[in-house]
């Protein structure tokens, strides 16, 4: 009965300990992967820095042009921002809740006071290809007041750090939710979104830093 009872304890303290190493190694395997998301998007670049040259594409906004129509896309190298001041907010992805929701929105209801603080070029880019980002301009109205960028897979953000991939959310590789003040190609401000929503990124946040 002793022997009986003394291996049985022996079964349970055993079966505790692997319980608890399998725990501590879960946990130990959570942290690893969350810390590995965090860290996949970090900005390369800080304010005082030249941003490196990329091109985007974009179709033009034509006042007479319906929803349905395609457009011919057209590119725009970072060169054309020489000796401009310019605003680039990034979004994950186009007709995406917050982006569509709350991010791009707030941009279209201060591009006015944006412009008037001596801005010359305002855009939105995404990893979207340009007739998407194209429609989406179009279904948000953005007319000619703020460019909207197709970032191909991401390239440029990826290059400055700020690229994010969510291909376990079925999306690829997409542009981090960011924001960038250029003057004659160099960052006066650069902020990536530390969580999910707008803060930094954000309309307010810019005219502030403007």
Same mark, same amino acid.
């Given at each position: 009965?002793?022997?009986?009872? #003394?291996?049985?304890?022996?079964? %349970?303290?055993?079966?505790?300990?692997?319980? #608890?190493?399998?725990?501590?190694?879960?946990?130990?395997?959570?942290?690893?992967?969350?810390?590995?998301?965090?860290?996949?998007?970090?900005?390369?670049?800080?304010?005082?820095?030249?941003?490196?040259?990329?091109?985007?594409?974009?179709?033009?906004?034509?006042?007479?042009?319906?929803?349905?129509?395609?457009?011919?896309?057209?590119?725009?190298?970072?060169?054309?921002?020489?000796?401009?001041?310019?605003?680039?907010?990034?979004?994950?992805?186009?007709?995406?809740?917050?982006?569509?929701?709350?991010?791009?929105?707030?941009?279209?209801?201060?591009?006015?006071?944006?412009?008037?603080?001596?801005?010359?070029?305002?855009? %939105?880019?995404?990893?979207?290809?340009?007739?998407?980002?194209?429609?989406?301009?179009?279904?948000?109205?953005?007319?000619?007041?703020?460019?909207?960028?197709?970032?191909?897979?991401?390239?440029? #953000?990826? #290059?400055?750090?700020?690229?994010?991939?969510?291909?376990?959310?079925?999306?690829?590789?997409?542009?981090?939710?960011?924001?960038?003040?250029?003057?004659?190609?160099?960052?006066?401000?650069?902020?990536?979104?530390?969580?999910?929503?707008?803060?930094?990124?954000?309309?307010?946040?810019?005219?502030?830093?403007?």
């Amino acid at each position: 009965m002793i022997a009986s009872f #003394s291996l049985r304890a022996s079964r %349970v303290a055993t079966s505790q300990t692997i319980r #608890s190493r399998v725990s501590l190694t879960n946990t130990s395997s959570l942290r690893l992967r969350l810390s590995s998301t965090m860290a996949e998007t970090t900005p390369l670049l800080k304010v005082g820095d030249t941003i490196p040259a990329g091109t985007f594409k974009y179709i033009p906004y034509t006042p007479e042009e319906s929803i349905a129509a395609c457009g011919i896309p057209q590119a725009l190298s970072t060169d054309s921002w020489k000796g401009k001041k310019v605003v680039l907010f990034s979004v994950p992805g186009a007709f995406t809740p917050t982006c569509h929701v709350t991010h791009l929105p707030g941009f279209l209801a201060k591009a006015d006071e944006i412009k008037a603080k001596g801005v010359d070029v305002l855009a %939105v880019v995404a990893a979207n290809d340009p007739f998407v980002m194209s429609g989406w301009a179009k279904a948000l109205g953005l007319k000619d007041k703020i460019l909207a960028l197709s970032d191909t897979d991401a390239a440029w #953000s990826a #290059s400055i750090g700020l690229s994010k991939d969510l291909s376990a959310r079925g999306m690829g590789t997409r542009t981090a939710r960011y924001a960038l003040i250029i003057d004659d190609l160099v960052i006066k401000y650069i902020e990536l979104e530390p969580a999910a929503g707008v803060t930094v990124s954000g309309a307010d946040a810019v005219l502030k830093a403007l």
